[in-house]
């Protein structure tokens, strides 16, 4: 028989040369995973020394080791720092961006640049979150991590210290999104055959249930904290209530976002526990489809709970009620799990590595997390107990107990995947009984102090309270708690540095991302594996799920690595790109001019996105063109993966939409005094209207006209529809502008800053589809836009029709429903 | 083999007649919905007809323009899942501020549009 030809993988440079270059301009997921958890780490020791500081002030009662203000401006950054800085990043940008085109058997995930621009911008965002510190007659930012108003106006907390933790949030929020809408086209269309929904891994199942959450949740915040910065730098009052509005609508937006984000930072945890609980108990998963249910259960419970934070402001029996049930409701599923779990170890060939034992103190420790939450979801319970420091007790165990566990766990479990060398078992023990003893002895006494009467937030407390002696426990058990992180951090360096070797499937694993090399390469499998099942690469070792593999472990029959068929094809990676890392930087200038009030370096922070933008669009590939892997990637689900991402972006549009028209029928109704909406005009936007529409119409024809390669006529009807999207602007602006005339200025009242934000945000959308559609004219003149791209003019169009409904809506809404009223 | 892993089968083929058919449809509702805003007589039930009038705009829009109509469960699901939600926001955030708070604000405040 012949000799095949050897097919070598083509791939670029950089993925194979390491350097500071390499590391700037990778899109290669695992480099960008890795750069992930080197920033978090570091926000990590900055979060965790904002801890200690914290407790060493409260070790003395009347101490004045620290002042208020900086209490204020710790306790504030320490809760933003390990949310938004530490336990976020490392769940979905270090582990989920490592492990998950592993696990579905992708050699990268939907949109490498993109995954790339999200590290960029979230880097940025959290050096700007810490700029403050530095700034002239700034700090850092001291209203707390929930930022509650009216505390956060300008005239009560006047400086940078809330512009920098508002713009800096919406800078980090604008990666977070970037990186579900990544992780949702990924899961859904890119992976391997036979890899079916019902035969994803758990930790899969769980991020996709969890960037689901984050396109969900995040618009509610976004829109908050715009609201703020109108507020704070346009002279808006949306949460003033001597304007007539409230400052209860912060609370809405911020926890209708906040408590979705306790799953979205869980709900990984629970994936992450699900996947080393079977490999070292040597049993698949117990109850796999009804941990999938629960975990869809709890998300969607999670959006109809928020004003369980609430109880203490007063929403009324009706409100209280109905959030109590929901919340308690939650139990279920998370004691479904719960149980799974258990029974998953239970019978077990069990072998107790350091993973082992954070995955088994994880369920404990949860659970102690999630039975005071029931306390909390009765509102006379709450009303005794909010803002007390059984509160503080009850998140950290959730948080840290639950979560934190689960991520010491992993760092042990995939460190070997992700490096190539282990971590020290030794070291990792010592960091583990460190753990469990420190964070037992800070948190624990929590509970009895805040059943006290402790309350939190608070940065001294007077010698007669009776608070000092488990003040002082707390502060040497979190001493103990932060010389845990130290092992680790020394357990990191000591494996970088001189660690074990790891092999490629270390510990009998179960799943896809065991069948590949420990690091795995640049391409990630030879060749894509065909999957068979559950746990598909325990299956390829020892022929089928279920317990044969533990008798055969047993009897001393462990299957020896599965050899690596020689490749079937050429394997084409994207190229590097420096544009991520423009556009971030471009997004941080912007930022801050605003701080400044120095309008060019807004400018020149825009232009930077703008150039940053269209070079990305232009770069690689040709425009348009289909890559290799995307053609791959159109095999599961049955839907292009480019689509499926504008999709989930669209969904995320509905909420922030939804969120932004709620605030504006609410605060119409409050509205102290004209002018209102009367002023607003039927005829004009009619003809406005009619425009918009027929944009559309002109917009599925040219989809039709490229389709059948009809250049002249697509070329024609994306110059109408882009004509009639700018008629559209200019009729706002004009409408704008004669409102401005007749005394109706952007500040006049609650009801001028309602319809300039909501009807100008729309007017913002039409602005970037018309942007959008003449670069696709661009591209039809200069030939780059043929048959073959034709999906290039859907996605476009997918985004107009959005923009057009989501009008369909406004103009009812705002504009003829007034008739209603006027009638 | 499982009904969510093969390869993607082309969309059928919409003509331009269908797109101009919706077109004209949105045309009328428009139109429909600017009379009615327009005829004092329908004030008790103009609120119903235009809620009603703006969901078949947007529902033709989407079904077909957008051509939900014809793409698989994966994508109808990732936009009617976020619109469920994004409605039961707004219900929530109605009901919160309009209804089971009011007295929390004082008199006189409620929905004004009815």
Known sequence: MAAQPQIQPIVEASYLEGGLISWLNTVDHKKVAMMYAASSLLFLALGGIEALLIRVQLFYPDNHFLSAELYNELFTMHGTTMIFLVVMPLLLGFFANFLIPLMIGARDVAFPRLNALSFWIFLFGGIFLHLGFFWRNGGFPNAGWFGYANLTERMYTPGTHIDFWDIGLIISGVATVMTAVNFLATIVSMRAPGMTFMRMPLFVWTMLVTVVLILLAFPALTVGLIFLFLDRFFGAHFYQAMAGATPILWQHLFWLFGHPEVYIMALPAFGIISEMLPTFARKPLFGYPMMVYSVILIAFLSYGVWGHHMFATGMGPVADSAFAITSMLIAIPTGIKIFSWIATVWGGSLRMTTAMYFALAFILEFTIGGLTGIMFASPPVDLQQTDSYIIVAHFHYVLFGGVAFAIFGAFYYWWPKMTGRMLDERLGKLEFWLTVIGFNGTFFPMHILGQWGMPRRIYTYAPEMGWTFLNQFETVCAFILGLAFLVLYINIIKSLINGERAAADPWDGRGLEWATTSPPPAYNFGNIPNVRGRDPFWITKYGRAGSRGVAMYAAGQIPKPVPEEPLTEPIHMPAPSFFPIVIAAGLFVMGLGWIVLWYRLVALGLLAMFLGIVGMAFEYPTFGQETPETEEASRSAGADVRKVGLWSFIGSECLFFATLISTYVVYKARNPGPPGAEILGIPLTSFSTFVLLMSSVLMVLALNAIQRDDRVWNRIWLIGCALFGMIFLGVEIHEFYSFWQQGMAYQTNLFSQCFYTLVGTHGTHVAIGVIWIWVLIVASFTGKLDKSRALSVEMAGLYWHFVDIVWVIIFTLVYLMQQVKGA | ?114
């Open chain 2, 1 to 114: 083999m499982s009904d969510d892993t093969y390869l993607e089968e082309p969309r059928p083929h919409i003509s331009n007649s269908v797109y101009l058919i919706v077109g004209g449809f949105l045309i009328v509702l428009t139109a429909m919905e600017i009379t009615v805003s327009y005829i004092h007589a329908l004030r008790p039930v103009m609120v119903p007809i235009l809620v009603v009038l703006a969901i078949a705009k947007f529902a033709l829009i989407a079904m077909f323009f957008m051509h939900l109509r014809y793409e698989k469960w994966v994508v109808n699901t990732m936009f009617v899942f976020p619109l469920t939600i994004a409605l039961g926001v707004f219900i929530a955030m109605m009901g919160l501020f309009l209804y089971l708070s009011r007295h929390l604000v004082g008199p006189g405040f409620g929905i004004h549009y009815f």
